[in-house]
């Protein structure tokens, strides 16, 4: 059965790189939609769109690209890029030496300069000099860390500039380097009156481009030959005008911005407008990955108790070594193991299919002991009465054993269910929609974290509840097999 359902995820990846041969070409397009107002979600169609996705669009128009947007959060693009899950990013990827090294960029079309964001009341921090033995909360892969870092500040890693911001005003950090268009639309926003900007980082102009693979040259060459049409025709000083009441695709002209609020609806709007995208979110992505992971890990948890009984050493050997690696491993790392290691050894998989794989692989590891522990409980006495009678082991383990093992283990594997519908929110980390992710868009456009994170947990709860309310007729009907 394994086998049957690893043959079916690579076929599933077979099919997609057959179709890609003949479809008319598609450029996959990794950005945030968390980062207004370059790339975020309109609050009244939910739609993706920012300075940097209408660039991106008015580039792939100009170049004949059929484009396909992927949402994930900052620290995933540069991996789904190594990976070959997207082909280009949009996000105000800023140039810098190290990334030069490694990737692709086009011809910048933003220039911006950093800012450094405190508290209100914090008046000794004014430049990057003050952020020496200081602690800043920055994204991870952002080129701002590396500023931070190479000021002498001590770095806490979130996962975008919302979360950063309300550590600061916690009194969590004591500062945040960032982008000054950004920082100025999260102000105007959120009307948080709790932080300022209280200097700049730096005088150095810093220029953001499309970022590619660099086995990619055909793309950058196109895209530079549209970005250069699309500048001559004032094409992308109009997009900017629009955004930022100044054209920041040449040089100073982020000196001057005026951004306006990229979302003015009310904590109760948000919540309700927010409300149906997620449900969509925990139906599309939390149930199926739930019910899809859990059938599977099951399948696995038996084949493992029983290779842990058997008296074929070679099998316990197995069985003992994936129960140990996937117990002594965290989940996190087991999805990025798959989704974006496998494919440098020639296995890609989707996202919907990688989460599955590695969801399912995580629920078997867990649950193989709690299967074998059932088993054991079974008395012996049974088992010998089964062989007695001239039932042979597989026999005896169908009709005797395992029903009654069920019995006992169903407590337990009810705890590894609910365990499971709360891990699915990881998958969001590898390109899979799902219900948290929804949350976290909205939070990070409207700074409504915690209503918003509030009925995230609710959805789940409500999920939970319903899967424990089940487990009371199932005990009572596997009940019957009690001796």
């Known amino acids: 059965m394994l086998l049957a359902v690893l043959c079916g995820l690579l076929s599933i990846g077979a099919a997609a790189s057959a179709d890609e041969e003949t479809a008319p070409r598609v450029v996959r397009v990794g950005t945030e939609g968390v ?58 990827v800023t140039i810098t030496g190290e990334r030069e090294a490694r990737y692709l960029f086009s011809t910048p079309y933003t220039y911006s300069h950093g800012v450094i964001v405190t508290a209100k009341d914090t008046d000794d921090i004014t430049s990057l000099e003050d952020l020496k033995g200081r602690t800043t909360a920055q994204t991870a ?45 999260y102000l105007a926003t959120s009307g948080n009156d709790q932080v300022k900007i209280a200097g700049d980082a730096g005088d150095e102009v810093l220029e953001q481009a499309l970022t590619f693979r660099q086995g990619d040259p055909e793309l950058q060459q196109e895209a530079d030959e549209a970005i250069a049409t699309l500048t001559e025709d004032g094409t992308l000083a109009e997009i900017s005008e629009r955004y930022f009441g100044a054209d920041v695709t040449v040089q100073g002209g982020a000196e001057d911005v005026e951004v306006g609020a ?38 696995l948890a038996v084949a493992a108790a029983l290779a842990r009984l058997s008296s074929v050493r070679v099998l316990d050997w197995i069985a003992r070594a994936y129960i140990s690696i996937i117990r002594g491993t965290p989940l996190l790392v087991q999805l990025f193991i798959v989704f974006y290691g496998l494919p440098q050894i020639g296995v890609d998989l989707d996202p919907y299919p990688a989460a599955i794989a590695a969801l399912s692989l995580n629920v078997g590891g867990y649950a193989a002991e709690v299967v074998r522990a059932a088993i054991l409980s079974v008395p012996r006495g049974q ?25 006992i283990a169903v407590p337990p594997l009810g705890n590894t269910l609910l365990s499971l519908i709360k891990d699915t929110a990881l998958a969001s980390l590898v390109l899979v929609p799902e219900l948290f ?25 409500v999920v939970c509840y319903l899967v424990s309310l089940a487990q009371g007729p199932l005990e009572r009907r596997l009940g019957r097999y009690a001796t």
């Open 141 to 185: 892969s952002s080129n701002w860390a590396q500023v931070a870092k190479d000021a002498g500040a001590k770095v806490e890693y979130v996962q975008d500039f919302g979360p950063g911001v309300e550590l600061v005003v916690q009194g969590r950090v004591d500062a945040i380097v960032n982008d000054n268009i950004a920082v100025l639309d």
């Open 262 to 299: 990229s979302d003015s609806r009310t904590t109760w709007e948000v919540v309700k407008d927010t409300a149906w995208p997620m449900f969509v979110g925990l139906v599309k992505g939390n149930i199926p990955l739930t019910i899809f992971s859990f059938a599977i890990g099951m399948v």
């Open 35 to 92: 980062y207004p107002p370059f790339t975020y979600r309109d609050p009244e169609t939910n739609e993706l769109t920012g300075f940097d996705v209408e660039v991106v669009e008015a580039i792939g128009e100009e170049a004949g690209w059929d484009l396909e947007f992927v949402e994930a959060p900052f620290d995933s693009l540069f991996p789904a890029l190594d990976s070959n899950r997207i082909d280009v990013i949009a996000n105000q």
């Open 383 to 407: 088992y010998e009465a089964a062989t007695v009678i001239g039932m042979d082991y597989g026999q005896s383990m169908r009709r005797i054993v395992l029903p009654q093992a069920a019995r």
């Open 437 to 461: 992710r929804e949350a976290q868009v909205t939070a990070a456009a409207t700074t409504e974290y915690l209503p918003l994170y509030i009925m995230a947990a609710l959805y789940f709860w």
